[in-house]
């Protein structure tokens, strides 16, 4: 568990909007259609990525 400081969450705050910008620019060329499908793959390799993990 880990608990932000309140420097920390103030740094959070300072650097969302930039972090969410540049996200929203990285898909900004999606459809919304395209979007979701991307996202419903991005949360399957998220799942997978545990078979990382496996000895």
Same mark, same amino acid.
């Given at each position: 568990? *880990?608990?932000? =400081? +309140? !420097?920390? +969450?103030? !740094?959070? !705050? &300072?650097? +969302?909007?930039?972090?969410?910008? %540049?996200?929203? *620019?990285?898909?900004?060329?999606? #459809? $919304?259609?395209? !979007? =979701?499908?991307?996202? &419903? @793959?991005? +949360? %399957?390799? $998220?799942?997978? #990525?545990?078979? @990382? *993990? &496996? &000895?």
């Amino acid at each position: 568990m *880990a608990i932000l =400081t +309140a !420097r920390g +969450a103030q !740094r959070l !705050r &300072d650097l +969302a909007p930039e972090h969410f910008g %540049r996200l929203e *620019a990285m898909v900004g060329g999606l #459809s $919304v259609e395209e !979007r =979701t499908v991307f996202l &419903d @793959l991005l +949360a %399957r390799v $998220v799942r997978g #990525s545990a078979a @990382l *993990a &496996d &000895d």
